[in-house]
């Protein structure tokens, strides 16, 4: 009895470190009406933000490689960032959609696929959808801010429950290699070397190699890839920098190997991606 006591406190602790550590910046909110195709996601393609869907009629179609997704109402759907994702249409489809980025969200592999959770109180949950839909078009203070962070938060709790059983240990040691994505976010524009990532936490390189792998799901050089596209489709989206600068803040020094890279990620050119907003 006083073991099972011990772990739950001690899986608490983890869970209240989590949460405090949890970082959620809302990008863009609306709401789709009859929506049947998606010019930017007929083919596949992986983007730099999460979304939150919230069907209220019709149906469509996720896909991604390996599986697929049934968006309908009477759910509340969690699309993954990164995850190369094309949308099939079913049925004309209103939904609502909250586009989101967090760092802390893709240290769990199995928010790394398209999940859902039923919907107990429908309206309430559609409530929360226009306060930050709302929220967004006069967000101009900390309170603003605030308010929709926290909202969004609550949206994702449901998810964060349904994996909280089956969470693999690898949880424990999220927030040292959160120090391990920041000093790549910061050295995106030059190389960066397996063995000083190892060297940020007094690893080896091999114990550091197959320990990010077991965090994050792919070898630390996959990652910083992941990281330089990733960064690349968040300053397409919120800056007006042009492409060739954007390729070097992200540490392609050749534009036309970057425009080759990102097409061949994402499905479409970066001019393109940063022309399209995607529901």
């Known amino acids: 009895m006083l073991e ?24 863009k909110s609306g709401v789709a009406y009859n929506i049947f195709s998606w010019s930017t996601l007929q083919g596949f393609s992986g983007e730099a933000y999460y979304r939150l869907h919230l069907p209220i009629t019709g149906k ?9 997704c049934l968006v309908e109402p009477g759910n509340l759907y969690l699309m993954p960032c990164s995850l190369p994702l094309k949308l099939e249409g079913i049925e004309p489809c209103t939904h609502g959609w ?57 949206l994702l709790v449901p998810f ?19 120090k391990v994505v920041d000093y790549i976010d910061l050295q995106l524009k030059r190389n960066i070397e397996v063995a000083e990532l190892s060297g940020l936490l007094g690893m080896s390189r091999a114990e550091f190699s197959a320990s990010f792998r077991k965090v994050f799901g792919v070898p630390p050089k996959q990652y910083i890839s992941i990281r330089r596209l990733f960064h690349a489709k968040q300053l397409l989206m919120e800056s007006p920098l042009p492409i060739k600068e ?3 803040r992200c540490g392609y020094r050749d534009e036309f190997f970057f425009h080759r890279i990102f097409k061949k990620y994402t499905g479409i050119p970066p001019a393109r991606y940063r022309k399209y907003t995607c529901y």
């Open 98 to 154: 909250i586009h989101f980025v967090s760092k802390q969200l893709q240290t769990i592999p199995m928010l790394g696929y398209p999940q859902s959770v039923p919907l107990e109180k429908p309206e309430l949950i559609r409530e929360k959808f226009y306060s930050v839909y709302r929220k967004m078009k006069v967000c101009a203070s900390f309170a603003d801010a605030v308010m929709l962070k926290n909202t969004v938060t609550e």
């Open 4 to 27: 099972n006591r011990s772990e739950k406190c001690s899986n608490d602790f983890i869970w209240n470190q989590f949460l405090a550590e949890l970082d959620v910046k809302v990008i």
């Open 246 to 248: 954007i390729a070097l």
């Open 160 to 178: 964060l429950e349904k994996i909280s059983d089956h969470l693999p240990d690898s949880i424990l040691p999220v927030s040292e290699f959160m």
């Open 60 to 68: 469509f179609r996720t896909v991604y490689p390996g599986g697929s």
